[in-house]
């Protein structure tokens, strides 16, 4: 495939910038995946429930090969 130069105005590439950023937060107030996201990797700064963390990590024991990784894992110290 050739590649192509497009010149686009600055002005342009912030307006089609700013219309992303406003497409995913309207998506985002509906669907709100991102925010789940970061609850199930106990990492929303404005929550310390962290409970849908502990249940994904309970449901990764149902999967054969996700449990025997976590069986196998060791520790690593950093401080040798």
Known sequence: MAE???QVAREQLAEFIE??????NTQQLRKRT???SFN???LNP???DSSAFHMHLDSLQENKCYAAMIE???DFNLNK
């Not at 219309?19 to 995913?24: C, L, Q, T």
């Open 19 to 24: 219309g992303a950023f406003d497409h995913i």
């Open 40 to 42: 199930i990797c106990a």
């Open 4 to 6: 192509r130069n497009v």
């Open 72 to 74: 196998k894992r060791t």
């Open 34 to 36: 991102i925010a789940e």
């Open 46 to 48: 404005y929550s310390d």
